[in-house]
């Protein structure tokens, strides 16, 4: 149990930034997650933390101390690895052991130990096989109890679900976050699934190209994104991001995209005018009457999730995804009208979000 | 379309013959080349001397005069309990060295970064470039200046210099094939550089280890060249040495050479097929994810 506090940390390979300014921190008991596409220096963070890597600027703090000239084997943290690294040659008690029987411990309590940990993850009945007997989903157990048998003051997990099937990583997902709540220990997780990242993060971190672009709880990072890359990289269908201009019109202002044009109703936005991105989520457009303000669209393709469908439409010159109950049947080629809530618009100025907007709620 | 199908079918069964008449030849080929030699000496080591004097191109053995006294002879009569002990202590120890020092070098030169290690990587096959015949009579010289040159530990220098690089080879290429990770987790799990080496790479390098001490005995066994420059000493020959020495003496009987050579012969095949066992692959079956 510790927090763990990250300073201007940098870090190059060769020509190569992969970590450059990384400020951070992290609560005790908080469950943090580091979120990005690959290459965005999640994982190479990770190592950092750990003490794999060395940081070439910057410190990393845990409980306020630096930790900075510690090896990993001294800076009490355990990690999980996405390829899960379990030691072939031992069993599976063997390898849950390892690292107490490293640091000392007598066999007694190691025995005690591996014995708790085994009967929490449900992994008692495999204590005697070696990894190669195991189930892909039986292994991932092992690497979690690995790192969870110890206790150690920081949990690192480097997308620990990826290799799961679809089915087994929701039901891992429920249960490492009952885990935490149960054992309420600092957690770093690195992950590039956003679902990963909402569902378990209290705090979540986007990363791109070794920067963090964000920090927040999820709710906060879906609702009001920093920058075009946060709002198109976070939300599932990919939010509506269009290109154009905002010019006053009797008094209204008005978004023109390419072949179509948006009222805006009121937005609170302090520059009326000038090029602008703006950007919608499926679930923010609504179907509306036909009049002469609302835009038509015309629908191209509905993809039916079961639990809800998504119109796929076009929108002028541009695309626009947006969401309707399961019940609700449209036919391709169709034209619709929609409306959108100014307010559950996204604008963006040169990338970066209009701080005006919407920042009442935040 | 019938047809043409039979015409396949016959080009089929022409190619298979063919096939199978290459295959039996080649084998043929090589049990003369190989076996037949092999065979022709142990049935000439195990025959009593008269019998090859009065019969010597019978190739049959018959087992009721099977005759153990060319090994006894050789062993006893003619040093080679010293010769054999000779090269079982030198092949043991340049084992040993080659296994310590390639697996340490080459787990630095596959993990750590350090200054030169590409060139180190690179460089380490450099030595291949000279054939020992090269290298033979300037050691030759320099070891005689420093009276040195008689000395099986000086054999056993050499012999590591010869092997090493081979080892270092093969571990680093097995090496590069073991998970990072694997190591990492290692180290998280709070052991040292040697700790991961020891607790982790080496349990799991046992292959390759395998493959590198069976190499790395068979040259240090069979050398001939140094051992015959560098030894002068009776006492401190090795196997193929007094071999040699056997062969050269005025008494000179085929059979006691035969029963020599046998023994030159059976540890490597002993060995081989012991190891044989450990060179399976696959020993990192189960670490990485299903």
Known sequence: MASLTL???GKRFGRVTALSG???????????????????????LLNVIAGLESQDEGSVRLDGHSIDRLTPRDRDMAMVFQSY???????????????????????????????????????????NRKPRELSGGQRQRVAMGRALVRRPKLFLL??????????LRANVRLELKQLHKKIETTIVYVTHDQVEAMTLGERVVVMRDGQVRQTGRPETIYSFPVDTFVA????????????????KERKRSVFQGRGFFLELGNPRIDRMEGEVEIGVRAEDVKIGKENSTSPSVEVEMISDVGSEKYIHARLGQEHLTLRVPKDASFRTGEIIYITIDSARLHIFEKGRRLVTTNVEEV | MKIEYSIKLRRERLENCIIRFLRITGILFFIIMVAFPFYWMIVSSLRPLEEIVMNPANLGLDIGKIDFKAYYDVLFDHGFLRYISNSIYVSAITVALSLVLATVGGYAVTRLRFRGRAFMSYSILIIYMFPAIVLVIPLYVIFSYMGLRDSIHVLILVYL???????????MSYFKTLPVEMEHAGLMDGCTRFGVIWRIIIPLSAPALASVALYTFMIAWNEFLFAFMFLDTPDKFTISRGVVQLAGSVHLSKQLVMAASVMVTIPILILFLFFERHLVRGMTAGAMKG
């Open chain 1, 7 to 9: 300073k201007g940390i």
């Open chain 1, 22 to 44: 990384v400020d951070l921190h992290v609560k005790d008991g908080e469950f943090c997650v580091l979120l990005g596409p690959s290459g965005c220096g999640k994982s190479t």
């Open chain 1, 85 to 127: 690294a379990l030691y072939p040659h031992m069993t599976v008690a063997k390898n849950l052991g390892f690292g107490l029987r490293m640091r000392g411990v007598p066999k007694a309590t190691i025995r005690k130990k591996v014995l708790t940990t085994a009967g929490l993850l449900g992994i008692d009945d495999l204590l």
């Open chain 1, 158 to 167: 480097d997308e620990p679900l990826s290799n799961l099937d679809a089915r």
């Open chain 1, 232 to 247: 198109t990289f976070i939300g599932s269908p990919e939010m509506n991001l269009y290109k154009g201009v905002i010019f």
């Open chain 2, 161 to 171: 210099a010869q092997t090493l690089p081979v080892a270092l080879y093969m571990l």
